[in-house]
C-alpha cells in the first residue's frame, strides 16, 4: 500500500530469525529508569498475589533479573494452570498461550507441566483452545466475530504455538492472515500482537508458501496501520506503544520499517517518572520495547541442556533363589524426571558385566524379563520385582519416576 507516511515496507532477506537488527537504544542517562520500573514491576510479585505471566515473560526477556520473582511466579503459574484445568475453571485460549510464553521464557516446558496436584500439556491445550477459537474459518465459511474471545487472544494464541513449534501453526497462521485486516483488529495493540504472531511464523521452517505471502501482505497492512497511529511521539496511546514497539522491532528483521524508534522511546521514557506504567501490567508491555527486543524472541532464549537438575538414584539388584546369589549396588546420576528405565539403562552402560537387562513390551510399558542373565520364568513362578526401600513399585520401570536419593531394589521372587 503506497500511503502518505511513505512507510516503504520490503521484505529482507534473512537468515537467522532470532538475530537482533540495530534498532535505537535507550541513552546511558535513562538506563535507570527502565532498571527501577523493572524493580518496581518484580516487586509486585509475592506469594498471596495472583501471578501474572506477562512479568515473567518481561523479566526473562530482559536485563534485570530477580531470581526470588521468578521462581515465585513459575511455581504460581504451574500451580495456577493445573488447578484451572482440574477445575474447570476459565482459561481462555489468549491466558493459555501468555502462560505458554511465560513458562517457555523460563525454560519450564509447558508441554509438561507436573505439580504435585497433578500433570497437564499447556501446548496441546492451546492447539485445542485456538482451534476452537478459528473453527469459525475452518472451511471457507464466513467469520462469525462472536466465536472468537477476541483477535488480541487469537494473536497471541498464534504466538504461542509458533514459539513452541507446534504443527497446527502453519494452519492457524493461514486463517489468521486472511482475516486480520487493520479493520478487524480494531485497535493498536491488537495489530501489534497480531504482527508479533505472524512474524514469528515467517521465522519457522516447512510453512506452506501460499501461507507465506498470505502472512507477509496481511504483515504489510498491519505494520502500515501501526505506523499511521503514530502521534506526539506514542503509537496509539500510552499502553499501546509498548506493543507497537515490540512489534515494529521484530518485524524489522524482515521488512524496511520507516519509523523514528528513538523519538517513540523517549516519549515512553518521559512517562516513567509520571507513573504512567505504575500497573505491573502495563511496566511488562513496555519494557521488553525498551530493552530492544519482543515477545518473538522468547523463541531464541537459550535453555542449556546442563541447566536440567541431575538427581542420583541408588540402584541394587539381589538374587538369594537360583544359581550363583548375587547382590550388587550402584549409584547413577540421570536428569531429574527419568524414567526408572532410564536409570537401569543409565547402570547397564556403567556396569554392563552386571546391570545389563533385558525387557518386552506390553501394553502397560517396559516389562523386564532378565538382569545380569537371570531371567524370570512362569513354570518357576519367578520374577524381577521392583521395590522403593522396601515398598514395592506400584507402576513398571517405564512409568516409574525415581525421586531424589531413591534406593530403588530389583529383587529376584516367586510369586
Ligand atoms: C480486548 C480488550 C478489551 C475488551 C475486552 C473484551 C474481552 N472479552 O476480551 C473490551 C473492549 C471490552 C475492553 C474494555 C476496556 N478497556 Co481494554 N483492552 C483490551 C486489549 C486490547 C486486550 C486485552 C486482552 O485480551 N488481553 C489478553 C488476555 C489473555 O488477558 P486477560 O488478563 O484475560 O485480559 C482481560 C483484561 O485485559 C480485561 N480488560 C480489557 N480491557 C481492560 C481494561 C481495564 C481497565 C481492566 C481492569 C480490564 C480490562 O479483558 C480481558 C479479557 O477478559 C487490551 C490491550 C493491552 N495492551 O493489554 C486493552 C486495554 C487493557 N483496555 C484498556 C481500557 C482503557 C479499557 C476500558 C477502560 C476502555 C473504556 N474507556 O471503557 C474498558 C474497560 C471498562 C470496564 N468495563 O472496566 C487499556 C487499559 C489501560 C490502563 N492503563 O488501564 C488497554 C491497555 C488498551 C489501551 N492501550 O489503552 N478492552
Redesign the pocket.
Given at each position: 500500500m503506497e500511503n502518505k507516511l511513505g512507510v516503504f515496507l520490503v521484505l529482507l532477506s534473512v537468515t537467522c530469525f532470532c538475530k537482533a537488527v540495530n534498532t535505537c537504544n535507550v541513552p546511558d542517562t535513562k538506563k535507570s529508569y527502565v532498571t527501577s520500573l523493572a524493580i518496581n514491576m518484580a516487586r509486585s510479585v509475592g506469594p498471596c498475589v495472583p501471578p501474572d505471566p506477562s512479568v515473567l515473560l518481561a523479566l526473562n526477556l530482559g536485563q534485570v533479573k530477580d531470581p526470588t520473582a521468578q521462581d515465585i511466579l513459575i511455581d504460581q503459574l504451574k500451580n495456577d494452570a493445573v488447578d484451572r484445568v482440574s477445575k474447570n475453571a476459565s482459561f481462555?485460549s489468549?491466558?493459555v498461550a501468555?502462560y505458554v510464553l511465560a513458562l517457555r521464557s523460563s525454560c519450564v516446558d509447558p508441554s509438561n507441566i507436573s505439580v504435585q496436584k497433578g500433570s497437564i500439556n499447556l501446548v496441546q491445550l492451546l492447539e485445542n483452545k485456538t482451534r476452537e477459537e478459528l473453527r469459525a474459518f475452518g472451511n471457507g465459511s464466513s467469520p462469525k466475530a462472536s466465536v472468537i474471545?477476541?483477535w488480541?487472544?487469537v494473536g497471541?494464541d498464534l504466538l504461542g504455538l509458533c514459539t513452541m513449534s507446534s504443527p497446527y501453526t502453519s494452519t492457524a497462521a493461514h486463517i489468521v492472515a486472511k482475516h486480520t485486516t487493520p479493520e478487524v483488529c480494531g485497535?493498536v495493540?491488537?495489530a501489534a500482537v497480531v504482527v508479533m504472531g505472524l512474524v514469528c511464523v515467517l521465522g519457522m521452517e516447512n510453512v506452506p508458501k501460499n501461507t507465506l505471502t498470505e502472512v507477509r501482505k496481511t504483515l504489510s497492512g498491519l505494520l502500515n496501520y501501526i505506523l499511521q497511529n503514530q502521534k506526539d511521539g506514542l503509537i496509539?496511546?500510552a499502553?499501546?506503544t509498548g506493543?507497537a514497539g515490540q512489534a515494529l522491532m521484530a518485524a524489522e528483521k524482515y521488512f524496511s520499517v520507516n519509523w523514528d524508534c528513538s523519538v517513540i522511546i523517549q516519549k515512553v521514557l518521559d512517562l516513567i517518572p509520571k507513573k504512567t506504567f505504575s500497573?505491573p501490567i502495563?511496566a511488562a508491555?513496555v519494557l521488553p520495547f525498551l530493552w530492544g527486543t519482543s515477545y518473538v524472541s522468547v523463541k531464541c532464549l537459550p535453555c542449556p541442556e546442563n541447566n536440567a537438575q541431575f538427581i542420583s538414584v541408588e540402584y541394587t539388584i539381589v538374587n538369594n533363589i537360583i544359581g550363583e546369589h548375587f547382590l550388587y549396588s550402584t549409584t547413577v546420576l540421570v536428569k531429574e524426571g527419568s524414567t526408572l528405565l532410564q536409570v537401569m539403562q543409565k547402570a547397564a552402560e556403567l556396569d554392563p558385566n552386571k546391570f545389563s537387562f533385558e525387557s518386552q513390551n506390553s501394553t502397560w510399558g517396559a516389562y523386564i524379563t532378565s538382569i545380569n542373565h537371570l531371567a524370570g520364568n512362569t513354570n518357576d513362578k519367578t520374577y524381577w520385582q521392583f521395590l522403593r526401600d522396601s515398598t514395592p513399585l506400584e507402576v513398571g520401570v517405564s512409568s516409574y519416576i525415581p525421586k531424589k536419593n531413591d534406593h530403588i531394589t530389583a529383587i529376584f521372587s516367586t510369586y
Open positions: 481462555t489468549g491466558k501468555l474471545t477476541t488480541y487472544q497471541l485497535n495493540d491488537t496509539g496511546n499502553y499501546s506493543l500497573l502495563a508491555q
